[in-house]
């Protein structure tokens, strides 16, 4: 063991006896305790409280269950006592991988296929579709959203307060300043419907342990309890208080070191949720779930190797999350399970979990809960369907599909498609030229995304030997797992079958909803703010 991780245990050891002192008071010194303490574990009994936490953009390398070198304590114990779900698939990106999650069904099925929900564009989760704190809420479950939406807001009834939630603290698009809450000209942060202007100047972590305490210390224990948090970390803009970056002296590349603090900190607010949940009594209750919602973005710090790609990829790196549940119901702990899941399966599984009753007619997910409770059952899932995006645009990759343990990629497979070590650590040079197929995204023109598309089409193709007018890939992913060997030229029967299965996908298939941003939704109209109330027809 280090001398810093020796000092680190320490503290944490004699910090540990004073968190059942430490209230809600917003004083910096009581929070800088808590955001510091660790629970002690215990195991758990009857489960009744239920936690979601999805990590945004957070890489297979970017843990301490999968690397060592990222000091993620709480992360990794939850992960060792629960079950480590070790092929759980994602979308590529962010807002469809949490349509998905929210309403059990696969993204190309409502159009949101297509890279993000951007500011302005008049969209949003299909108003007809019922979302997964809907069917908890049935059930009496008090249920609560804190972190990023993402999902659209163009109008009031597409926001998470008229869509299930019981009450809603964070902001509704993606790429704002953690301690400003700006992003461009547009303020964003509220409270349900409120602005919250006093939220600037503290760090959004802060602020969501803040609120999630608050939550659990006042909620009435006669009811079931679902959180929904989607942190803002680890996303870009990358920020984070310098006393966790400092916690990475041998990480030489500063978006690395800036990010692998931002992953601390997030872990910080993980053992913040640990000691409340405790406090009230309900921890041994508890079925928590951690999942990211894509790989890792290795232009800002990410890092998902040994897998192939990264955010914005069909590749594994893009699509293979890190994940695990952690909960009394789980007899075998310290495992991982090898099963396959996709995202769109968390809406019936935890609805079985709560015995809520829900319609599955049109749903893609399955429920995995008792796959999940015997580790003995295979799981209920055979393919998983990576992304189906037949637009022109190539950015995020186009089609991909797995069937056991073979997985076709059909064309354009995204930016980021080769393999990354991590960068600047342990006195490594930093990988700045990742591949000619980068493309440089300006976050800040979102609304010229389109505009670099064809350009990074063109640079992946020059990168790599063409010798077809588009790109194929069949990898045995039971063999391959980081996608080496491409097998198309000698397994054409393989390669057939699963043609045929994406093409069954294609009978489904919704063009992607992606216009172009509306001038009325300048925050300038808003008294400087993004606001719904714009698109009243969607």
């Known amino acids: 063991m280090s001398h810093a991780t020796g000092e680190r245990r320490a503290f944490r050891d004699s910090v540990e006896g004073k968190i059942s002192s430490i209230g809600i008071s917003k004083s910096s010194n009581d929070f800088e305790a808590l955001r510091h303490a660790r629970a002690r574990w215990v195991e758990p009994d009857n489960p009744e409280e239920k936690s979601i936490k999805p990590e945004s953009d957070a890489g297979w390398n970017d843990v301490g269950f999968h690397n060592p ?80 939406w993402h999902l659209g807001f163009c109008d009031w009834k597409c926001t998470p307060t008229y869509r299930g939630f019981d009450s809603f603290y964070g902001y509704y698009s993606s790429l704002e300043d953690y301690y400003t809450k700006v992003y461009a000209t547009g303020f964003d942060f509220r409270d349900n419907k409120t602005l919250l202007r006093s939220a600037n100047g503290t760090y959004s972590t802060y602020l969501y342990s803040r609120r999630i305490r608050q939550i659990i210390d006042s909620h009435d224990t006669s009811n079931p309890l679902f ?154 899932r055979q393919e998983v369907l990576y992304n189906l995006d037949l637009r022109m645009d190539p950015v995020q990759g186009r089609a991909a599909i797995r069937y056991g343990d073979y997985k076709l990629v059909a064309g354009f497979p995204g930016l980021y498609p080769t393999w990354y070590p991590p960068p600047g650590a342990h006195g ?18 979102e609304r010229n995304f389109t505009d670099i598309l064809d350009t990074a089409e063109q640079a992946f193709r020059e990168s790599i030997d063409v010798t077809a007018p588009i790109f194929y890939y069949l990898f045995n992913l039971k063999d391959d797992p980081e996608e080496r060997n491409n097998l198309y030229d000698s397994h054409p029967d393989i390669v057939k079958q699963l043609q045929d299965r994406l093409d069954a996908h294609k009978k489904n298939y919704v063009p992607p909803n992606f216009p172009l941003p509306a001038p009325e939704a300048d925050p300038a109209k808003f008294g400087g703010a993004w606001s719904p109330g714009w698109c009243p027809d969607i």
């Open 69 to 148: 070198a990222i000091r993620t304590p709480n992360l990794d114990h939850l992960a060792k006592e629960g079950v480590i779900l070790n092929q759980n698939y994602v979308q590529p990106l962010c807002s469809p991988s949490r349509a998905a999650l929210m309403t059990g069904t696969y993204p190309y099925r409502m159009g949101l296929q297509h890279l993000v929900i951007v500011r302005g564009q008049r969209v949003c989760v299909p108003l007809n579709k019922t979302l997964l704190p809907e069917i908890l809420k049935r059930k009496g479950y008090q249920t609560h959203m804190v972190g990023k």
């Open 227 to 380: 959180l929904y948090l989607p942190f803002q970390s680890v996303h870009e803009p990358l920020e984070v208080p310098k006393n966790y970056s400092d916690l990475y002296p041998e990480i030489t590349d500063e978006k690395r070191k800036t990010f692998s603090g931002m992953v601390t900190a997030l872990d910080d607010a993980v053992g913040d949720l640990i000691v409340s949940l405790k406090r009230k009594g309900i921890y041994n209750n508890t079925l928590l779930v951690f999942t990211a919602d894509n790989g890792g973005w290795v232009t800002y710090g990410g890092n998902n190797y040994p897998l192939r790609g990264g955010k914005f990829t069909v590749f594994e790196g893009g699509t293979r999350a890190v994940s695990f549940v952690h909960g009394p119901m789980f007899n075998k702990t310290g495992i991982k399970y090898e099963g396959l899941m996709h995202m769109v399966d968390w809406l019936p599984t935890l609805a079985e979990a709560a015995g809520a009753q829900y319609d599955g007619s049109d749903l893609d997910g399955v429920s995995q809960w008792q796959s999940l409770l015997s580790l003995a059952l295979p799981s209920q």
């Open 428 to 445: 490594a040079q930093a990988a700045k030229d990742l591949v000619k197929a980068e493309v440089s995204i300006d976050c800040d023109k």
